[in-house]
């Protein structure tokens, strides 16, 4: 489980809901990391928020694809984030979630974007 989100606090909050329900969960500055060593097998996801606009979800799913990283991305931003919302729906991303988000729907988007593929070896009963 990888999360590209520059809040803090939103950080903290996705790593104690998911603690015990994935491996682990690896915190990156940007998309680089994945795009050197894209992660192998299907139970991996990435996290990210829509914001900044630069850097955030959409900017981070149009560099993977164009690499050829077809890596299941969760998308979390505001409910004012609907265009990016449908821009990153149509690049395949797996899910988009608005804020807030609970401790629930975060667990059940990550059971389905790391559905599959390695026999869930991320997931533990998400």
């Known amino acids: 489980m990888y999360v590209i ?3 803090s606090e939103e950080c903290k909050w996705i ?8 491996d682990a969960v690896v915190f990156l500055d940007n998309v680089d990391p994945l795009l050197a060593e894209p992660p192998t097998g299907g139970a991996a996801c990435l996290i990210a ?6 850097q955030g979800a959409l900017g981070i799913l149009l560099r993977l694809r164009h690499k050829g990283v ?8 505001s409910h004012t984030a609907f ?19 609970s401790d629930r729907e975060l667990r059940a988007a990550v ?16």
């Open 5 to 7: 989100d520059p809040d």
């Open 15 to 22: 790593e104690s809901v998911l603690a015990r329900s994935v």
């Open 49 to 54: 928020s829509v914001e900044p606009a630069e």
């Open 70 to 77: 077809g890596l299941p991305m969760i998308a979390i931003g």
């Open 83 to 101: 265009r990016t919302a449908v821009d990153i729906a149509r690049m395949e991303a797996t899910d988009f979630l608005e804020r807030p988000i």
């Open 111 to 126: 059971r389905r974007a790391c559905k599959g593929g390695n026999n869930g070896s991320l997931t533990r009963g998400v």
